[in-house]
Structure formats: structure tokens, C-alpha cells
């Protein structure tokens, strides 16, 4: 894959979600509750649970909320039944998109990730349609102005890493998601800082997007994906030079 499409894509998100916080929180904790209520409120045995409280950290959730969150799932009762769902299409320039979603109305979402999809030009899928483009990879990125290349390397390759990649901007190393906790960890303990680091679904290959009114139609269908309360997380297979994507970043 492109590492630079797949961080443009990663900065673009972050932008949008920084201006959205209480929206981003409230979607985290229903990854929270969802997973402490399938696997119990404990995440050193509750690896969904640990990646969830992991995510809800990264966006500087606060620790209280988190912990009601858990207790919500855990304690069963009156709680939402939250259920997943993955919705599969393209975007203008024939770009995979994927959207997953926790719904408690299937028959409510779908109809509303169909409208989103084709107010941007795209075009909702059925199952299976772009996921085979897509595979899931444990994601860590580093600053690059934080670390030295060759000593980063070295320590990824020995902690499980498959690839690293250097975009000028960041280390972007992937590996297999059994992989991702030894890694995390091994990084961690060297004190290397984490700009990025989660399960995510990888395209296997990208669609390079040079023209900016597209790019534009591409953006705003994942944003408002994105601020869809169902949707959790949104994935794609462009390739969008920053010079593009910068124009759309406020």
C-alpha cells in the first residue's frame, strides 16, 4: 500500500475529529460498552476491550467517562443492544470505501449511509463489494523527526513488524494484528512516541486522486460518514497528494 495515502487519510480524520470531540467521545465509549459487554469489564483479558480503552486514551477521553462506559456494558441490564455493521461502496473516482458501524436499527442506518454515500457522488455496494481490497494490519505510526530510522527499524523488525515505510513526515509500520501488542509494547518500553497506533484495515492497493474536485467529493463523503453517530470507523483506497487534501483542512 501507499503509506502517505493511508497517513493523508489518518490527518485528515484527525483534523476533522479534533474540531468534533464530544462526538468522537461518544462513539468511543459505545466500542466500550459493546466490547465490555461481550467479553467482561476486565480489558487485560478483554483484548477488544483493552484496543477500545486504548482508542478512548489516544483521544484524550476522560478517564471517569471511560470507566462509566465500561461499567455500562459490564453491568448488562437496560443497556442498548449495539450490533455491527459494515457497509461497503465506492466514491467518486472509483475509490473503496468501507464505513463499520454499532447500530441498534439496521433497517434506520442503512438507508442513511445509502443517502450520505450518494449526496457525494458514490454509490452504496452490497456485501463483499471493496472488502477483499482491504486487509487488517496492526497500524503504528511514529514522527519521524522523534527517532532515528535505521534504530527504529531495527527495533519493529525484532517485535513482529512486517513493513516500514518512510513518508518524510512519519515511519508508518504495519504488521499482522496478532502481532500488534508485542509490538505496541516493544516501542513503548524504547519511549518512542506514538502518533498512531491501532487495528485498522489496510488497502492492499491505492487509486492515485489528482484532481481536486474529486478529491473534494472523496473528503466530504467521509467526513460526513464519519459524523454519522453510527459509524465507528471509515476506511478507503485512495492516494490524495497533501497539497490537495491541505485545501480542505480548515
Same mark, same amino acid.
Given at each position: 500500500?501507499?503509506?502517505?495515502?493511508?497517513?493523508?487519510?489518518?490527518?485528515?480524520?484527525?483534523?476533522?475529529? @479534533?474540531?468534533?470531540?464530544?462526538?468522537?467521545?461518544?462513539?468511543?465509549?459505545?466500542?466500550?460498552?459493546?466490547?465490555a459487554k461481550?467479553?467482561?469489564?476486565?480489558?487485560?483479558?478483554?483484548?477488544?476491550?483493552?484496543?477500545?480503552? @486504548?482508542?478512548?486514551?489516544?483521544?484524550?477521553?476522560?478517564? @471517569?467517562?471511560?470507566?462509566?462506559?465500561?461499567?455500562?456494558?459490564?453491568?448488562?441490564? @437496560?443497556?442498548?443492544?449495539?450490533?455491527?455493521a459494515l457497509?461497503?461502496?465506492?466514491?467518486?473516482?472509483?475509490?473503496?470505501?468501507?464505513?463499520?458501524?454499532?447500530?441498534?436499527?439496521?433497517?434506520?442506518?442503512?438507508?442513511?449511509?445509502?443517502?450520505?454515500?450518494?449526496?457525494?457522488?458514490?454509490?452504496?455496494?452490497?456485501?463483499?463489494?471493496?472488502?477483499?481490497?482491504?486487509?487488517?494490519?496492526?497500524?503504528?505510526?511514529?514522527?519521524?523527526?522523534?527517532?532515528?530510522?535505521?534504530?527504529?527499524?531495527?527495533?519493529?523488525?525484532?517485535?513482529?513488524?512486517?513493513?516500514?515505510?518512510?513518508?518524510?513526515?512519519?515511519?508508518?509500520?504495519?504488521?499482522?494484528?496478532?502481532?500488534?501488542?508485542?509490538?505496541?509494547?516493544?516501542?513503548?518500553?524504547?519511549?518512542?512516541?506514538?502518533?498512531?497506533?491501532?487495528?485498522?484495515?489496510?488497502?492492499?492497493?491505492?487509486?492515485?486522486?489528482?484532481?481536486?474536485?474529486?478529491?473534494?467529493?472523496?473528503?466530504?463523503?467521509?467526513?460526513?460518514?464519519?459524523?454519522?453517530?453510527?459509524?465507528?470507523?471509515?476506511?478507503?483506497?485512495?492516494?490524495?497528494?497533501?497539497?490537495?487534501?491541505?485545501?480542505?483542512?480548515?
Amino acid at each position: 500500500m501507499s503509506g502517505h495515502s493511508h497517513w493523508s487519510g489518518i490527518k485528515h480524520k484527525k483534523a476533522a475529529n @479534533d474540531a468534533k470531540r464530544g462526538k468522537v467521545w461518544s462513539k468511543i465509549a459505545r466500542i466500550i460498552i459493546v466490547a465490555a459487554k461481550n467479553g467482561g469489564p476486565d480489558p487485560s483479558q478483554n483484548l477488544a476491550l483493552r484496543y477500545a480503552i @486504548d482508542k478512548a486514551k489516544q483521544a484524550n477521553m476522560p478517564k @471517569d467517562t471511560i470507566e462509566k462506559a465500561v461499567k455500562k456494558g459490564a453491568g448488562g441490564g @437496560d443497556a442498548i443492544a449495539f450490533v455491527p455493521a459494515l457497509y461497503e461502496g465506492y466514491a467518486p473516482g472509483g475509490v473503496a470505501i468501507m464505513a463499520e458501524a454499532l447500530t441498534d436499527n439496521r433497517h434506520r442506518t442503512a438507508p442513511e449511509i445509502k443517502k450520505i454515500f450518494e449526496r457525494h457522488g458514490g454509490l452504496l455496494g452490497s456485501t463483499g463489494c471493496v472488502n477483499y481490497m482491504f486487509h487488517k494490519k496492526g497500524l503504528i505510526i511514529v514522527p519521524a523527526k522523534d527517532v532515528d530510522e535505521n534504530n527504529l527499524m531495527e527495533i519493529a523488525l525484532s517485535a513482529g513488524a512486517e513493513d516500514m515505510q518512510n513518508t518524510g513526515e512519519i515511519y508508518e509500520i504495519t504488521c499482522q494484528p496478532i502481532a500488534y501488542e508485542g509490538l505496541k509494547k516493544a516501542l513503548e518500553e524504547k519511549q518512542i512516541p506514538l502518533q498512531v497506533a491501532e487495528i485498522s484495515m489496510i488497502p492492499a492497493n491505492t487509486i492515485p486522486i489528482n484532481d481536486s474536485e474529486t478529491a473534494r467529493k472523496i473528503l466530504a463523503l467521509m467526513d460526513e460518514l464519519e459524523e454519522q453517530d453510527d459509524i465507528q470507523n471509515v476506511y478507503a483506497n485512495f492516494n490524495i497528494p497533501d497539497e490537495i487534501i491541505s485545501k480542505f483542512q480548515s
